[in-house]
């Protein structure tokens, strides 16, 4: 069903006023042409009427007001005419360009240049004379004029809707990266705080648990050792995350950050962690003389191999810890193996996430992540967590 929409408040004051000053400019006898059809002034309040009633539809109907714009424009022509008649044509003609459809603001100035064009040079075969030239240029100012300025104003108005459309595309995507970034330092602090904490907790609940259910005051007094060292290393290495996080500004990998170098000392620690438990740990290195390696692969290797000695610590039986690191050109490899089977004795609760944390390391880097079961020769289990992290020169920037 047609319906028609309120008139915009603008139109509605362009009406009135355009009636206004035709009914004004009708009292005080003042008409555009003589010597037409209908001599008598009121009949020229009849086109005036109607196209004071189409500006009301110059925004939610702009062709359709053009259309019979335009055919009271002729009847007006026919009478003594209006100033007020003429001007408020020349602002629907402005208006079908402004508000109407893309095909008609291009086919509205073809078109009014044409009428002007054939208009003019009608009149000049008809009346070869400057009177002639003057009605094209008087068709031109009502007609092409106000569809080029139309035009003007869509084609700016259209510009900076287009320019805001890609100032809100930007500040999305603006959103969406802060977003992620936010997130992507979430996960990093966790991974973090994660293998900061898991290894000396896990010690921790462990012979927290054999110093209560073993009544010996030797075996007590050295889980207590145990356990204090592991809270002093574990809130130191808290105090160096928390001063890190502190910063602002700091460029490039942080200077405090764990290294393979320190491999040596993780090794003996998670040893003298784990020896109540059985468990005996080896480190097997050949990078020493291969030359420096990028700091986020030393961070990730590093950070492999405790989270790896930690589930050793957690799930292992009893049996050698081993772990490997081999280089080449490409690659470092990451190695640590444990014995896969049932101990006696407490145990630490997983959830697994140190595997997810490792996994996400290695993703990062662009490298490789197995972490599974093994068979080995004397039908028994081996669980082996295999890290490839690609070391070329210039992969991870300056």
Not at 59 to 87: E, H, I, K, N, Y
Not at 135 to 164: K, Y
Not at 256 to 266: H, I, K, N
Request: hydrophobic content about 45%; some cysteine.
């Amino acid at each position: 069903m047609f319906s028609i929409a309120r008139p915009h408040r603008d139109d509605v004051i362009l009406a009135s006023v355009g009636l206004s000053g035709g009914l004004f400019l009708w009292l005080v006898g003042i008409h555009v042409q003589n010597g037409r059809l209908f001599e008598a002034p009121w009949v020229s309040l009849l086109p005036l009427a109607v196209i004071s009633a189409l500006e009301l539809l110059r925004r939610s109907a702009p062709q359709t007001a053009l259309a019979v714009g335009t055919l009271a424009l002729v009847a007006d022509q026919f009478t003594v005419g209006s100033l007020a008649t003429l001007l408020m044509f020349t602002d629907l003609v402005y208006a079908a360009v402004l508000y109407g459809t893309p095909a008609a603001a291009r086919r509205i100035p073809v078109t009014t240049l044409l009428v002007t064009v054939a208009v003019t040079a009608g009149f000049i075969a008809w009346i070869p004379s400057a009177d002639a030239l003057l009605i094209g240029i008087v068709t031109g100012l009502l007609s092409f004029g106000p569809a080029l300025t139309g035009v003007s104003v869509r084609n700016h108005r259209d510009a900076a809707e287009s320019a805001r459309l890609r100032a809100d595309q930007t500040a999305l995507l603006a959103e969406m990266d802060r977003v992620q970034a936010v997130t992507a330092e979430r996960s990093r602090m966790a991974r973090e705080l994660h293998d900061l904490v898991a290894n000396h907790l896990s010690a921790i609940a462990i012979h927290s648990t054999a110093a209560l259910s073993i009544d010996e005051p030797g075996t007590s007094r050295d889980a207590l050792g145990v356990i204090r060292r592991n809270s002093v290393d574990g809130l130191a290495e808290m105090r160096r995350l928390i001063g890190l996080l502190r910063e602002s500004g700091a460029a490039g990998p942080p200077s405090a950050a764990p290294t393979l170098a320190s491999l040596d000392a993780l090794v003996g620690q998670a040893g003298a962690n784990s020896a109540s438990s059985g468990l005996t740990v080896t480190l097997d290195d050949d990078c020493e003389a291969a030359g420096p390696l990028p700091a986020p692969v030393e961070l990730a290797a590093y950070r492999i191999v405790q989270e790896s000695l930690t589930n050793a610590l957690k799930h292992a039986a009893p049996g050698p810890v081993t772990v490997r690191l081999r280089r080449s050109r490409e690659a470092l490899l990451v190695e640590v193996s444990s014995v896969l089977g049932d101990r006696p004795g407490p145990r630490a609760p997983g959830s697994g996430a140190g595997l997810v944390g490792m996994r996400e390391r290695v993703a990062l880097l662009g490298g490789t992540f197995e972490a599974g079961p093994e068979p080995r020769g004397d039908d028994g289990k081996t669980w082996r967590v295999r890290a490839g992290l690609p070391v070329a020169e210039g992969a991870y920037g300056a």
